[in-house]
């Protein structure tokens, strides 16, 4: 159980135009969904932090406008990469938590390049 | 400010036992996770530490003082594919969790 699935697993897109990114609860309802971003040989990043129904929490420096993200219902958040520029080719992984559980449950993530 | 320190790397050979340290600072405390992480791949769930002591798990095992603000991950009978890096991880009070950089660890056979 608590399978998170990722899609698509990687994009390659243009400069300037959007990319959305899909995360999955497959087996559990999650009422808080994460978003990070890694770079090559960093550590995880948290970008914001989503509730179903409200609206997500950013971290500092993290522009809200430019990464769009949509907590839709207990089994779905969409992280849209808007007007993407090759500085936003990354590694983007989506975590999953269950209600009263502390665990959080990874995708399998993204690699996005922007050309 | 809240802080998560490991190692950046560490090397072993295949078989033997390696223990990788973590000392935390977080604002108040709800857990302290080790995860591990294949390159290109997303971090996967080895153990959760909230009370004091050791905690087992096959070849893996977790060790958590909170006087201290330190936990270590031990691995025991060493495989090639440990290879990878492990992060560890802080729960603080409003349920964040708090990542260290991640300890890359080498198994050399």
């Known amino acids: 159980g608590a399978v998170v699935s990722q899609h698509p697993s990687w994009v390659i897109c243009k400069s300037g135009t959007s990319v959305k990114i899909e995360c999955r609860s497959l087996d559990f309802q999650a009422t808080t969904m994460f978003w990070y971003r890694q770079f090559p040989k960093q550590s995880l990043m948290l970008m914001a932090t989503?509730?179903?129904?409200?609206?997500?929490?950013?971290e500092q420096g993290v522009e809200k406008d430019k990464f769009l993200i949509n907590h839709a219902s207990l089994t779905l958040s969409t992280l849209t990469v808007t007007s993407a520029h090759p500085e936003d080719s990354s590694f983007y992984i989506c975590s999953a938590q269950r209600e009263r559980y502390n665990e959080q449950f990874f995708g399998p993530g993204t690699r996005l390049t922007v050309l | 400010g809240q802080n998560i320190d490991q190692p950046t790397e560490m090397t072993a050979t295949e078989g033997a036992i390696v223990q990788i340290n973590c000392t935390y600072q977080t604002s108040g405390f709800n857990g302290l996770f080790w995860y591990q992480q294949h390159a290109g791949e997303a971090p996967t769930f080895l153990s959760y530490n909230v009370l004091d002591g050791l905690e087992e798990k096959g070849r893996f095992s977790s060790f958590l003082s909170r006087s201290k603000g330190y936990s270590y991950l031990l691995l025991k009978e060493l495989q090639m594919k440990d290879s990878a890096s492990y992060l560890c991880?802080?729960?603080?009070?409003?349920?964040?969790?708090?990542w260290g950089a991640g300890t890359k660890l080498i198994i050399k056979p």
């Open positions: 991880a802080g729960l603080d009070s409003n349920y964040q969790l708090i």
């Open positions: 989503s509730n179903e129904g409200s609206k997500a929490t950013y």
